[in-house]
């Protein structure tokens, strides 16, 4: 969920929350290295929780990030896509909707 939520840009600082929720709680349950005796399993696990715990820092410097991102999926806002009469003709071309004498529509 806070994976999705962050990629989608659909309120990513709470899905960012979430992720680190998820890390915190789960890390030193499923990733006990301190009470392992084998060797082996030990580097296992002690290198899984490193690796969640680089994720969970990742995680966090993600919420610095301002929103809204570019990326983002635009709710609640109104995105108007229409060109102006302000804008005037697109870089590079000519304005098919606008005559170039009179700058009015056809």
Known sequence: MGGTSVLLGLKPKWGTLAIIGFLAGISPIMHDFWRNQDPNER???????MKNLALAGAALALIGVEEPREASV?????????P???DGPPPGGV?????????ELR
């Open 43 to 49: 580097m296992n696990n002690m290198a899984s929780f």
């Open 74 to 82: 635009p709710i609640g806002q109104r995105i108007d896509r229409r």
């Open 84 to 86: 102006s009469p302000q």
């Open 95 to 103: 304005s098919f909707l606008t005559d170039p004498q009179q700058g």
